[in-house]
């Protein structure tokens, strides 16, 4: 598989994050590598903006973000200071 993140051939991840269609895409497009990266960038994000990815809102933020870092054109949230702990919606 060519990853789409990093554009190297590697083994895909072993099955998909999530049970939805993204999932499904990032199983087909993300390798292991590039999907811990995202792991770590996403923990950056829950806890600099106090994210409950229990909470819908938190977990289409998180989504869109995916879409916009592996499956997208790689441009993340940028991280404001000014703003840790809340996020507008």
Known sequence: MDCRRCKEAKE?????????PIGERILAK????CWADWLQH???????FGLDPRDSKAKAF?????ENVLLGDGDAEQVDTSKQGTIEW
């Open 12 to 20: 895909p991840l072993g099955r998909a994050p999530f049970r939805n």
């Open 62 to 66: 998180l989504y869109e973000q995916i």
């Open 30 to 33: 993300i390798c292991p590598d």
């Open 42 to 48: 996403q923990t950056l994000l829950i806890n600099h």
